[in-house]
């Protein structure tokens, strides 16, 4: 049978313990909760569970869409999907080690992580990111699909080496899917910032799936 904690603790008690606690709140409660936790290896646990969760989302919301919204026409689909994708979704569950805790995070916060991921590289602009399967149910296979532009001279090859191995790891920080396959599809190119051109279109020959 599983261990329960002694006072029956729940997650949103502890969840407003570790708020208090990382904004230096001192209170009777909070010293009290404080002893408990530090005797009781079910709540301790928990705290850790959710100090990672927090820590996960937290990241998420540093992510800066500001940067996708820059004054050119031809970003208007990029920026409509990112409207779309940060709608909360689906909830993927995380793993936890009590039966009674139901850890999650969003659909709309994963893509994010891979907008962010893809951030760091300057010759790729992710235009659509979806996740297809049965998110809802830990375990269950999920596929990846990113559609982008590459920057006019970009090597397409090493940018889909590298945008993968970028999601690869970003999706393994932030969630516990498991990610079967990532279609990665280039179907533009753009200009360095600043210039007046639209991008043209790649051939069916120069865009990368994978």
Do not use: Y
């Not at 820590?55 to 990029?78: M, P, Y």
């Not at 790891?169 to 600043?194: C, D, H, P, Y």
């Amino acid at each position: 049978m599983m261990a329960e904690c002694e006072q029956s603790t729940t997650l949103d008690e502890l969840s407003d313990w570790l708020l208090d606690e990382e904004n230096q709140v001192e209170t009777s409660e909070h010293t009290a909760l404080s002893a408990h936790i530090d005797r009781c290896p079910i709540c301790s646990q928990r705290v850790s569970s959710l100090r990672q969760l927090t820590r996960v989302t937290s990241d998420l919301k540093e992510h800066d869409l500001a940067e996708q919204t820059q004054d050119t026409g031809w970003l208007d689909t990029i920026l409509s999907n990112i409207v779309f994708e940060t709608r909360s979704g689906r909830s993927i569950p995380l793993a936890s080690d009590f039966e009674q805790d139901s850890l999650s995070v969003t659909e709309g916060a994963v893509i994010a992580a891979v907008r962010s991921a893809a951030d760091t590289l300057d010759d790729v602009l992710i235009g659509k990111c979806r996740l297809h399967g049965d998110l809802e149910t830990l375990g269950a296979p999920v596929t990846v699909e990113v559609t982008a532009s590459l920057r006019s001279g970009g090597d397409r090859v090493q940018s889909t080496i590298r945008l993968r191995e970028l999601i690869v790891a970003e999706l393994a920080r932030v969630s516990e899917m498991n990610v079967e396959k990532i279609s990665i599809e280039f179907n533009e190119f753009f200009e360095s910032t600043g210039s007046s051109e639209d991008p043209a279109k790649l051939s069916p020959a120069e865009s990368g799936v994978s």
